[in-house]
């Protein structure tokens, strides 16, 4: 056996030979982006929702704008790249990027929580989330339970760490956050009165309740996944809720591009909750009946 080179050793000319031979094989696959459904980037114009609550987003994702006495308060904003559309339609609505005062969250996912670190920078405005919401924010969504680091964001620090039906007052109208853990660990709905035709209108934000692709049994990064749903489930039943609104207005029965009546079908908060709870539990019995 002819001995190698002493400049190179067993391992390392074995090492060199694969390398040789792998470049010479198809190249690593190209990085895939995060794509989404064309109308959660289709840019509509304002939707009165309320007489100070305002649909600033996309066709396909909710972002709502509250004009309080004093500034105003933005909830979820959308993609990463909304920001622009965002300031625009507040300009619209005459609301300078320094009125936005507060920015509040349903989940810290990057097709609702994408923007929030540029708002932050050309408002002032201070993010309100709770400790598990406030984490993934600070990573920008990577390390994501479900998700891994698949969709990712701007990182964004929390200003301002809120409980279980802590209230978040801002210019006379008062927020109050109730969890409802499940799609992610910090999930929640937000509560607000408003006004509508004259009369007291008690406005719902809640979360998303579903769980696509998600291990719901045995699931070692979220051991009590089912029992956070049930619970939340509940939860959302019992709100205070004339009016609901959810991160993607389809799972609520809302229509953005109608106009003046985009909420004519719009669910009730207990109807919604009793539909995620039939597919959440359909989608149990099916990972149940899959071969172990």
């Known amino acids: 056996m002819r001995p ?13 030979a694969a390398l040789t031979a792998s470049a010479a094989e198809s190249p690593l696959p190209q990085l895939e982006a995060y794509t989404v459904d064309a109308s959660w980037r ?119 760490i809120v409980m279980d039906h802590e209230v978040v007052s801002q210019g006379g109208t008062d927020f109050t956050v109730h969890f409802i853990p499940g799609h992610t ?30 291990r719901l049994q045995g699931n070692p990064r979220y051991p009590r996944l089912v029992e956070d749903y049930r619970r939340s489930f509940d939860v959302v039943r019992g709100l205070p809720c004339d009016l609901l609104l959810t991160p993607h207005p389809g799972a609520s029965e809302w229509n953005y591009a109608a106009g003046d009546t985009a909420g004519a079908k719009a669910l009730t908060c207990a109807a919604y909750a009793e539909g995620a709870a039939t597919r959440f539990e359909a989608q149990l019995a099916a990972e149940d009946a899959k071969p172990r």
């Open 4 to 16: 190698f080179p002493l400049a190179c050793s067993l391992v390392t000319c074995l090492l060199s």
């Open 42 to 160: 289709q840019p509509i114009a304002p939707v009165r929702i309320a007489d100070r609550t305002w649909q600033i987003g996309t066709e396909g994702l909710t972002a709502l704008l509250v004009m309080t006495d004093d500034g105003a308060v933005l909830l979820d904003g959308g993609m990463p790249q909304a920001a622009d559309l965002l300031l625009a339609n507040m300009q619209r609505l005459n609301v300078a990027p320094g009125d936005l005062r507060l920015l509040l969250s349903s989940h810290a996912h990057a097709d609702h929580a994408g923007p929030f670190a540029a708002l932050k920078r050309r408002t002032g405005a201070h993010l309100v989330a709770n400790a598990e919401s406030a984490a993934l924010f600070a990573r920008g969504g990577s390390d994501d339970l479900h998700f891994g680091d698949e969709i990712t964001y701007p990182p964004v620090q929390t200003d301002r």
């Open 185 to 214: 660990p910090g999930s929640v709905a937000w509560t607000w009165t408003d006004t509508r035709d004259g009369r007291p209108v008690r406005i719902a934000y809640v979360d998303s309740l579903s769980a696509p692709g998600y």
